[in-house]
T-cell receptor, first 113, second 113 residues
Framework: GNSVTQMEGPVTLSEEAFLTINCTYT??????LFWYVQYPGEGLQLLLK?????DKGSNKGFEATYRKETTSFHLEKGSVQVSDSAVYFC????????????FGSGTRLLVRP | NAGVTQTPKFQVLKTGQSMTLQCAQD?????MSWYRQDPGMGLRLIHY???????DQGEVPNGYNVSRSTTEDFPLRLLSAAPSQTSVYFC????????????FGNGTRLTVT
């Protein structure tokens, strides 16, 4: 079946540090991959997406590359800010007729000044 | 532009009580869905709908009912609340297509005592 595995948090970094949040997936077919971000007290917001192998999604300084050979979609940012503190979710679209979105368990990021 | 609106924001129920969580979207999205978010488990799909009059079960449908009489509204009903249904509930919608991102409401925090 389809599933998404994320690194456990929390991840604690100092401001301007480099960020990597690992995400691997299991899926049939060629799913689309997403990163969502959830700020405290809010719903999830789309951060970036990639729809085919070797695509790179990017937004607000965050990047992730769709790696089919390693079934991974790791999230990276070169220099984090305090305002990046949030929970990050990796997700994929199931390729059955429902196109359901399947989420990982989320990784909390805390950036200290 | 309201997007996805959920009401109420908070609710406390006693075991056995019933209630309806409301969800409305003003983006003319065909696809709507309900997720629950529990610590360490990410988001799990409860029910979804691909259009008015069409609903289907997700990963954790037991104890919940849905209906979709209009494109705009997708209420979630708890017929007899149980403590295991204590969670944060999110409604989300999107345009058709597996590449389309979900748009989330801000959630309803439900406590069942």
């Amino acid at each position: 079946g389809n599933s998404v595995t994320q690194m456990e948090g929390p991840v604690t970094l100092s401001e301007e540090a480099f960020l990597t949040i690992n995400c691997t997936y299991t899926a049939t077919g060629y799913p689309s991959l997403f990163w969502y971000v959830q700020y405290p007290g809010e719903g999830l917001q789309l951060l970036l997406k990639a729809t085919k192998a070797d695509d790179k999604g990017s937004n607000k300084g965050f990047e992730a590359t769709y790696r089919k050979e390693t079934t991974s979609f790791h999230l990276e940012k070169g220099s984090v800010q305090v305002s990046d503190s949030a929970v990050y979710f990796c997700a994929l679209t199931s390729m059955d007729s429902s196109y359901k979105l399947i989420f990982g368990s989320g990784t909390r990021l805390l950036v200290r000044p | 532009n309201a997007g996805v609106t959920q009401t109420p924001k908070f609710q406390v129920l006693k075991t056995g009580q019933s209630m309806t969580l409301q969800c409305a979207q003003d983006m003319n999205h065909e696809y709507m869905s309900w997720y629950r978010q529990d610590p360490g488990m990410g988001l799990r799909l409860i029910h979804y709908s691909v259009g008015a009059g069409i609903t289907d079960q997700g990963e954790v449908p037991n104890g919940y009912n849905v209906s979709r009489s209009t494109t705009e509204d997708f209420p979630l009903r708890l017929l007899s609340a149980a403590p295991s249904q204590t969670s944060v509930y999110f409604c989300a919608s999107r345009v058709d297509g597996y590449n389309s991102p979900l748009h989330f409401g801000n959630g309803t925090r439900l406590t069942v005592t």
